[in-house]
């Protein structure tokens, strides 16, 4: 198999890393090395038949929030039939911290690699003899894919037609594909929840990334017979999950008694599936769902941002009577009204509203949404207050309103701005 070039957005990316000085995250270390053996172990809860012609299964993206927990789930509940190699880069927003409890477990293997690169794709299929890929690995933060969307189209898309071409070329049985409910687009308050063959209307750079990722998905079933299977979540939540989402990231400025950074006027939805519930979907879609499918993971628990804000603050007993401080950069809120907890930035580019999908499909495989709003978020909000600050290490950046990311690299706005100005000058010496 021929392994074409690096791509030009990977060396567009190269150039520009290669010019930075800035000492920034490195996620994978955390501040407390052992910090993983004090943290609960976390799975789903399904069991089912193991298949007969599925014995080693590579997980891309295997450090990461989602993947993470699926990793663990498959390698605890079947460790007499499935051999896992966690697949990953270990980008800015991933964690050997997420798997370190699986380490001496021996159908568990970490596999560090990056899926845009096709020799390190087939090094991984060829040593392990890979018969099933569940490919997770992605750029999934929508708002940074306003700012760097170069990336989001080498890693989502590119990155996906390498592993596709590989798993065509060394005969992979099964291909599962994780997308986003966000490829279906806006859907109107009034509208029905879509279901899996509604048209696909994406409206930001990651949404737009990962459709086209699925089209490619679809092109390798029609075209070469790949045996493949496509997944559509809602938003999930819960712990493990970097904290530049909406949850953690609020979670741990109010754990710092700073204020919450609300994009516009806090008013599009989301509905929201906790990450044990999306591993027992995972699972039952593995072992009972049908090839050349596509299947939406949908939740009924629908809430504002504004509300979420809300219900965050009341986790927290905010506001009460202790005046907030803060040890870090950051703008902190007073004792006071609920409101004088919330900053409002500048909202996205575009914002969809709401998004809104149907699982009934999925149901009829026997899944179920076990884990209600209430409890999840109290169970992600006691996590975050326990490890929040040590499991990757210094989060401060992350923490501050749209942080740019570049590669590995993590920088405030200000310092982004600061670091091109100073390009500039070094160009016209």
Known sequence: MSTPAASPTEELMSK????????????RASVEPAVWTRAPLLTGTTKFEPLHDAKNIMVTGGAGFIACWFVRHLTLTYPDHYKVYSFDKLDYCAS???????????NFTFVQGDITSPADVTRCLRAHN???????????HVDLSFGNSYQFTNTNV??????LESAKAYGVKRFIHI???????????DSDDLIENSLLAPTNPYSASKAAAEMMVNAYWKSFKLPVIIIRANNVYGPHQFPEKIIP??????HRRRKLLLHGDGSPTRRYLYAGDIA??????????TIGQIYNIASKDEISNLDLCHKLLALFGLPNSTAANSTDSGTTASNGTVEQWIQHTPDRPFNDHRYATDGTKLAKLGWTQRTSF???LRQTVDWYRRFGEVWWGDISRILTPFPVVEGNEIFTQEEHAADFVKQDQMSLR
């Not at 050997?96 to 477990?105: K, S």
């Not at 890979?130 to 999934?140: E, L, M, R, V």
């Not at 590119?158 to 592993?163: A, E, N, R």
């Open 16 to 27: 520009k890393r290669r010019r930075r000085s800035s000492t920034v995250l490195n996620p």
């Open 374 to 376: 209430e409890d999840g």
């Open 280 to 289: 027992d979907a995972l699972d039952t879609i593995f072992h009972k769902g």
């Open 179 to 189: 997308s986003t409910d966000e490829v279906y687009g806006e859907v109107e308050s």
């Open 130 to 140: 890979i018969d099933t890929i569940f490919h997770f690995a992605a750029q999934s």
């Open 158 to 163: 590119y990155g996906t037609h390498v592993l």
């Open 96 to 106: 050997l911290n997420n798997t370190r409890i699986l380490d001496q477990r021996p």
């Open 249 to 254: 990231k609020f979670a741990m400025l109010l």
